[in-house]
C-alpha cells in the first residue's frame, strides 16, 4: 500500500465516474488506490468536506465527474456545477496535486468543427447547466493562469456506454425508441452531432495524468474522430430492435417547438392540482436536435495520446449496448411494449441482413490480428523445440 498513489474521484456513481473507477481498479490495482466517496463521506456542495477529506486522504491526484441532473434549479446547478469544482480546484492548488475536470458541449454554441476555444458567451439567458458549466470553465482557467493550478478539462459531447442507471442523454433517447414513444423523428435531414465513447476517457485521463507537461493548463475535445447523423442513428437503433416506430417522417421544428409549449402548460395545470409531474431535462436541448454540433479533436489528435480503440464508434457498440440496456430495462419493468426476448443472436442477425458494414466495422473494431494465446504457445513450442 505504500507505494501505490492515490486518486480521489468525485462522481462515482454515474456512467463517467463509474467508468473511470472500474478502469483503474481493473488495470491498476496493484498501483493506485482511486478512492470514490460518497456524497455522505464528501459532498461536494460543502467546502469543509472537500477541504476535511482531501486533508486526510492526501491523494496524488483528483478527478471531478460529478453534475447536477439536467434540470436541476439554479442553486443546485451553481453549487454541484461551478461551486464544488472551484474548491475542489482550491485543495487541488493547496495541495500541489493535478486536477481533472470533466466538462461538457453545453458550453459550447451549436456548428460544426467547434475548437476548444469556440465557448458560448456568459448570459442570463443560458440554461442552468450550461451556465454553470461555464462558468467553471473560465474560473479554472484563471486559477491555472494566476494561482497556479494545475488542471486539465476533458470536453464531453453526448456520451455513450454501459452501465448508465439515471437514463439520460442518449440513453433516454434510446429508451424512447424501444418504449414506442417516439412516433416520429424529431429532428431535420442531415443533423450531424458528436458523441464521446466513455470506456475510452479513462486512457485519457491516466495518459494525462502521466504526462502533466503537456497536458497542464489546457482544455480538449474528447470525442469520436466522425460525427453522427441523428435520424441514421435513431432508424439504426430502430433497425436493431425490428420496430415499427418512429416512423421515418420529418418532424418541422415548429411543430416540435409547439408541442414542446403546449406540454409546459399541461404540466403547469398538473402541478396546480397537486400532481408531480415534469418535462423532461433533455427537452431543452431540443434545438440541438434540429442543428448540428459537431466538435473538432484536431488537438488531441496532434497530442501524444493514442485513441485505444480507434474504429470504435456510436456504431459498433450499439449490438452490445442494446442488449445490455434491454436486459435491464426489461428486469426493471421499464419496457412496457419492448415483449420479445432480448437475444443478441436474434439483434445481430437482424444486423447482418439489414446493415451489414455496421457488423464489419464492429469485428474490425474488436480485434482481427492473431489470436495472442496461440501465437504465445506456438512461439514457447518453437523455442522449446530442439534444434536440427
Not at 42 to 59: E, F
Not at 100 to 119: F, Q, V, Y
Not at 297 to 316: A, Y
Amino acid at each position: 500500500m505504500g507505494n501505490k498513489k492515490i486518486g480521489v474521484l468525485i462522481g462515482g456513481s454515474g456512467l463517467i465516474g463509474g467508468t473511470i473507477v472500474n478502469f483503474y481498479k481493473t488495470r491498476y490495482a496493484e498501483t493506485i488506490d482511486i478512492r470514490a466517496p460518497s456524497s455522505k463521506k464528501l459532498s461536494i456542495r460543502d467546502d469543509k468536506d472537500i477541504r476535511q477529506y482531501l486533508t486526510d486522504v492526501n491523494p496524488d491526484f483528483v478527478i471531478n465527474a460529478a453534475m447536477a441532473s439536467l434540470g436541476a434549479d439554479g442553486q443546485l446547478a451553481y453549487e454541484v456545477n461551478y461551486l464544488g469544482p472551484v474548491n475542489l480546484a482550491r485543495a487541488a492548488t493547496a495541495l500541489n496535486i493535478p486536477y481533472i475536470h470533466i466538462s461538457s458541449s453545453a458550453t459550447m454554441p451549436t456548428g460544426e468543427n467547434l475548437r476548444e476555444e469556440d465557448t458560448l458567451p456568459l448570459s442570463p439567458n443560458l440554461g442552468n447547466y450550461a451556465k454553470s458549466k461555464l462558468m467553471a470553465e473560465l474560473t479554472l482557467r484563471r486559477m491555472a493562469e494566476q494561482e497556479g493550478l494545475d488542471y486539465t478539462c476533458i470536453r464531453l459531447a453526448i456520451v455513450y456506454g454501459a452501465h448508465d442507471h439515471k437514463i439520460q442523454g442518449f440513453h433516454r433517447m434510446f429508451f424512447s425508441i424501444a418504449d414506442e414513444a417516439m412516433p416520429a423523428l424529431f429532428t431535420k435531414r442531415h443533423t450531424f452531432h458528436s458523441y464521446s465513447n466513455a470506456r475510452k476517457l479513462p486512457f485519457l485521463i491516466h495518459h494525462a495524468l502521466a504526462n502533466r507537461a503537456e497536458f497542464s493548463g489546457r482544455t480538449y475535445n474528447f470525442v469520436d474522430k466522425n460525427p453522427v447523423d441523428l435520424a441514421t442513428l435513431i432508424l439504426t437503433i430502430k433497425s436493431y430492435l425490428q420496430l415499427s416506430l418512429p416512423k421515418e417522417v420529418y418532424v418541422p421544428y415548429w411543430m416540435a417547438k409547439s408541442g414542446q409549449k403546449g406540454l409546459n402548460v399541461l404540466l403547469r395545470m398538473l402541478r396546480r392540482i397537486g400532481l408531480k409531474a415534469n418535462m423532461p431535462p433533455e427537452l431543452m436541448f431540443l434545438d440541438n436536435f434540429y442543428k448540428p454540433q459537431t466538435l473538432a479533436s484536431k488537438r488531441l489528435q496532434e497530442s501524444s495520446f493514442v485513441d485505444p480503440m480507434p474504429n470504435e464508434t456510436i456504431f459498433t457498440r450499439l449490438p452490445d449496448l442494446l442488449v445490455y440496456y434491454l436486459t435491464r430495462w426489461s428486469h426493471e419493468n421499464l419496457i412496457k411494449t419492448f415483449k420479445d426476448c432480448v437475444e443478441k443472436e436474434a439483434a445481430l442477425g437482424h444486423a447482418f441482413v439489414h446493415t451489414p458494414e455496421l457488423l464489419l466495422e464492429t469485428v474490425h473494431s474488436q480485434g482481427i490480428g492473431p489470436f495472442s494465446d496461440m501465437k504465445r504457445q506456438r512461439n514457447g513450442s518453437q523455442e522449446a523445440a530442439p534444434m536440427q
